[in-house]
């Protein structure tokens, strides 16, 4: 890690500044530095511009968002997924638009938000999606649903309709003291 810290300072370009500095940001969250972290990706931040690439701008506005709800804390966050969402939704493919959509229901069951994240989810199809993405989708409903109480949805049923108790109706010949229902009685 110190050897791309190091490589950082010898290029002019601050795009690729920024992106060693998002890297090394990534790195030290997940390492648990998560004020590293932080201070990498302000720098990060500074040095990527929307002019020089707006993809990778919008790319790393939502993964400093999921870095940050990782690491447990959201400070900031709603202002990058703002910013990725715009950049995203005129230059991302489907999967970052995926990401974008994960990100914001992991911040939503992170906030007590369950509904909002079941919602945001709800209509995000699982066809076609590499494993991993598979996997954190099926993972973030199941909380979501959980969180509900939404049994059935939490483990990946459809909720089957209630049934309606059917008791057969009784007649009211056998109901009444002294009916054939009474015959069959034993008072021992």
């Known amino acids: ?3 791309l810290a190091g490589l950082r300072e010898d290029f ?16 030290a969250m997940l390492r648990g530095d998560v004020l590293q972290g932080l201070r990498e990706h302000d720098e990060a931040a500074q040095l ?9 701008w919008g790319r790393f506005c939502k993964a400093s968002a999921a870095m940050r709800i990782s690491a447990g804390t959201d400070d900031g966050v709603d202002d990058l997924l703002a910013k990725a969402t715009h950049a995203l939704e005129l230059v991302g493919n489907q999967g970052d ?12 069951l992170t906030r007590g938000q369950s ?5 945001l989810l709800r209509h995000t199809p699982m066809d076609g999606l590499p494993p991993l993405a598979l996997a954190e989708l099926s993972w ?10 939404e049994r059935e949805l939490a483990i990946g049923r459809r909720p089957r309709p209630r049934r309606r108790s059917r008791r057969p109706e009784r007649c009211p ?12 009685t034993d008072p021992r």
Do not use: C, F, Q, Y
């Not at 638009?97 to 939503?108: D, Y």
């Not at 973030?140 to 109480?149: I, K, S, T, V, Y």
């Not at 010949?173 to 069959?184: E, F, I, K, V």
């Open 1 to 3: 890690m110190s050897e």
């Open 12 to 27: 002019a370009p601050s795009h690729l500044r920024g992106l060693i500095s998002w890297t090394l940001g990534n790195v």
């Open 48 to 56: 990527l511009r929307p002019e020089t690439d707006l993809r990778a």
């Open 173 to 184: 010949r056998h109901s009444r003291p002294g009916g054939p229902s009474a015959l069959h």
């Open 140 to 149: 973030l409903r199941h909380r979501a649903h959980a969180a509900l109480g």
């Open 97 to 108: 638009r995926l990401e974008l959509t994960l990100t914001r229901a992991e911040l939503a």
């Open 115 to 119: 509904r909002k994240a079941a919602e």
